[in-house]
């Protein structure tokens, strides 16, 4: 993994796979495998959100990696590599068996850590008058 992006921290990124994670089971919710197919909007909403997943996961820092050794950081950036870079043979199989029993294993293991996130400072609601 890599510390990449500007002005991104590790908290962040596992921030935006946690949003990301629950827009995918969003989508995934009343979806069978058989409904799936190349073209469909949710799927390529699904594949879409997975190769943000995993853009985020391959960002993260080789120190967070090396603290979560149980988080499979570089097998999400690994997926999102496939479906970035092999688009015209994406297995649907594999984003399914990813969607169905990888990402609650993720889900459960990334909750609990952003969960023990110091919450950011948030901004008075008249931030405005002082820019």
Known sequence: MRSGGANYRDEDRLVH???????IKSKK???ERSMMCEGDDCTELII???????????????????????????????L???????????DLDIVWNAICY???????LLKPIVESLPEEPKLPDNMDEFV
């Open 17 to 23: 796979m946690m949003r990301t994670i629950e827009r």
């Open 29 to 31: 919710e009343g979806l």
């Open 48 to 78: 879409y959100n997975l190769q943000v997943l995993g853009e985020a996961a391959n960002n993260i820092s080789e120190a967070f990696c090396a603290e979560h050794p149980e988080i499979d950081f570089a097998g999400w950036a690994g």
């Open 80 to 90: 999102r590599h496939r479906l970035v870079h092999d688009y015209a043979n994406i």
């Open 102 to 108: 990888d990402l609650p294993i993720l889900d459960e």
